[in-house]
């Protein structure tokens, strides 16, 4: 048995067949003993995926063999083994269609070509984005939802405050964000698959001067770990909720409910609720609800 770990990953390439390429994942994945969720549209592949360390590696030349996602970008992370070998982070492999690989509500408008995104902001290395902070104001604008954010996020970031990534192209719309048209802003989310769609619907509304960071978050904290613009923790999407990046990450979440610092995420607990929030584990044991209309 190999080490376990974690892969994270994304192509954008036209499939005129997402059916075809969902049944081909689903065997590739569980041939292999992996668990996780895959989600196929017209327009890519959006993956997370938990097992051993060797058969990740047999499914990464698998993916890259079919010619669309011959260069997909793979982030590796730390992962959790059950006693059987199987990942500790995920209860099952899922393998979807959807109309999106990343739900904006945009179908229509995302246009996605045999080089990936059509219209897409240029992309930032940690090291060119440094470069940037250094030379001009620059603007961070967070692309994840309003509970991400509150545990981890760039020193001075702009937080939309959206509780659901579909939520975005309002907030674009409402003019909330106006203010940041004449700025330099820089988008990052999770692995930089968020700020793919996200950087063309703001350039189709305005924004001009905007740039995402390559590899998200995830590849920031691989540079720098946190000796730099990083703060707190990552929120991820399996068991574990959060990760940081080095022995000496801040917290900086706040406990919803009596303001103490926590990295902590849970999920309401009332049937049909599926909000989450950031509670210390002294309220979550008394109080395992969001508190808020539904």
């Known amino acids: 048995m190999g080490t376990p770990k974690v892969i994270l990953f ?19 994945a569980s041939s292999l003993g992996l668990k996780g969720r895959v989600i196929i549209s ?20 698998g993916l890259r063999s079919f010619a669309p996602f011959r260069g997909t970008d793979i982030k590796w992370s730390a992962g959790e083994a059950l ?58 604008l967070d692309g994840r ?23 975005f192209v309002d907030v674009l719309e409402s003019g909330a964000l106006d203010h940041l048209k004449d700025k330099t802003v820089v ?23 905007v740039y995402q960071l390559d590899g998200g978050i995830a590849r920031y904290g691989e540079a720098y770990g946190d000796d730099g613009l990083w703060e707190g923790s990552l929120y991820v999407f399996d068991a574990r909720d959060t990760v940081e990046f080095s022995d000496h990450a801040a917290v900086v979440g ?7 610092p926590t990295k902590d995420v849970v999920d309401c607990a009332d049937g049909g609720c599926v909000r989450q929030m950031v509670r210390c584990p002294a309220c979550a044991t008394t109080d395992h609800r969001c508190d808020r209309p539904r």
């Open 10 to 28: 994304y192509a954008f390439a036209p499939l005129p067949d997402p059916d075809a390429v969902r049944l081909w994942q689903h065997t590739l």
């Open 42 to 61: 017209r327009h890519g592949i959006n993956g997370t995926l938990g097992g051993d360390v060797l058969e990740l590696k047999k499914y990464v030349k």
């Open 83 to 140: 006693p059987d070998g199987s990942s500790a982070l995920f209860p099952r492999l899922s393998v979807k269609v959807r109309d999106e690989i990343v739900t904006f509500g945009a179908v229509g408008e995302l246009e996605v070509d045999a080089d990936g995104v059509v219209g897409g902001a240029p992309r930032l290395t940690p090291e060119e984005l440094h470069a940037l902070v250094e030379r001009e104001d620059v603007v961070f």
């Open 145 to 167: 939802n309003s509970v991400e954010a509150q545990v981890g996020r760039f020193k001075g970031a702009v937080v939309p405050g959206v509780e659901a990534t579909r939520e």
């Open 187 to 209: 988008t990052y989310c999770t692995g930089g698959i968020r700020c793919e769609v996200l950087t063309p619907l703001m350039r189709n509304r305005g924004f001009t001067d």
């Open 254 to 260: 706040r406990c919803d409910h009596c303001g103490t």
